[in-house]
């Protein structure tokens, strides 16, 4: 079968390779999944250039240690190379190791978290049970590919964490990115209001009613200016950045009393620089978000009911991403190239049928 390989770091897609391995075989406890489609994500990008392994050496835990792992107890290592990319995607259920129940599995359409060093940019994907959900009928294969990473991310960060709800503000950089427009529509939803940012003009592909209730465009108006007016003088109750830098310097300086900001990416720059005060005299915080890291810490009854409530979610159809364009695995450099596309209309995703 065909599968995508990290070979080595790098800023480009170099390090990118397809090449040829055996069909593998469920174990015991596990299924396997003939993928149908999968999803480019920035994490994925950030295994090629290597920004994953350089940001968690810098944690404490691994001070001095010669592998780097992402959590205290050092119970998921990152990935050596060679490596297959691929945190989500949608396939079919087509075999079941023992202790499986066929019955419930196979023939089975489900979205499928995964991720290096077996992510999902290959033809077949091993997994557990746990890793799968069943997909909507009424959701698309592209969609299907979609409903599992960046929706639990929006919905984690907006009410489990931040816990927006009726009449709050939230201010969100990278206004027309997947997770930005997610959260959006859960505050339709839950009735918090959204203020999108966005660097050019609103996006001209018939999806502008998805972004936030208010958009402000960063290079052509004035951000904390423009968030006085829309919120009356008193500033967004919280914050998500995934951008970092400048933007994230103004972002803090627009929090009102209490206020709170997620850091959940770093696409303009992996610093900023903080003023104390504008957190000492607002009483205001900033935290980080890892969605991997989230859930670990989370008990199984939480899991369990913030999973619920994304399939309920889910099935309303809140959760629809626009999609600007797949690719065949014979094209993955392309597709990773257009993934990195500044302004993008939607997601570029992985299509195994073609």
């Not at 404490?60 to 107890?73: C, L």
């Not at 592209?142 to 927006?164: D, I, Y």
């Not at 005060?277 to 607002?282: G, K």
Request: glycine share 12%; with cysteine.
């Amino acid at each position: 079968m065909k599968a995508v390989q990290i070979g080595h770091v790098s800023d480009d897609s170099s390090g990118i390779e397809l090449v040829e391995i055996p069909v593998p075989e469920p174990g015991p406890g596990q299924v396997r999944v003939r993928m149908l489609k999968a999803a480019i994500h920035p994490s994925d990008l950030n295994y090629m250039s290597g920004e994953y392994r350089r940001a968690i050496e810098r944690l404490i835990w691994n001070y001095g240690e010669s592998q780097a792992a992402f959590d205290p107890a050092r119970t998921k290592m990152h990935p050596e190379l060679p490596c297959i990319p691929g945190g989500e995607g949608v396939g079919v259920v087509d075999a079941c190791g023992d202790g499986v129940d066929p019955k419930q599995w196979m023939g089975q359409r489900v979205g499928l978290t995964a991720g290096p060093p077996v992510g999902t940019w290959q033809e077949y994907v091993i997994a557990a049970p746990q890793q799968l959900s069943p997909v909507p009928k009424a959701l698309s294969d592209e969609q299907g590919a979609l409903m599992m990473l960046n929706p639990l991310t929006a919905l984690v960060m907006s009410r489990h964490v931040l816990h927006a709800g009726e009449g709050h503000w939230l201010l969100m950089s990278a206004g027309a990115s997947a997770v930005s427009r997610l959260v959006a529509a859960l505050g339709r939803h839950y009735g918090f209001r959204t203020i999108s940012l966005v660097r050019t003009e609103a996006p001209s592909d018939g999806n502008q009613d998805l972004l936030g209730d208010v958009v402000v465009n960063t290079s052509q108006q004035d951000l904390r200016e423009s968030v006085k007016r829309v919120t009356d003088g008193r500033g967004v109750d919280f914050a998500l950045d995934c951008v970092g830098g400048e933007l994230a310097e103004q972002m803090v300086a627009c929090l009102t009393e209490g206020g709170k900001m997620l850091l959940y990416g770093t696409l303009g720059g992996a610093s900023m620089e903080l003023y104390s005060r504008d957190l000492m005299m607002t009483n205001a915080t900033i935290g980080g978000f890892y969605l991997p890291g989230w859930l670990a810490m989370q008990s199984l009854d939480k899991l369990g009911g913030v999973i619920a409530e994304l399939g309920e979610l889910s099935a309303t159809g809140i959760f629809t991403v626009p999609i600007e364009a797949l690719y065949p695995m014979s094209q993955v450099v392309e597709a990773v190239s257009a993934s990195r596309k500044v302004g993008r209309s939607g997601k570029i995703l992985l299509d195994f049928s073609t």
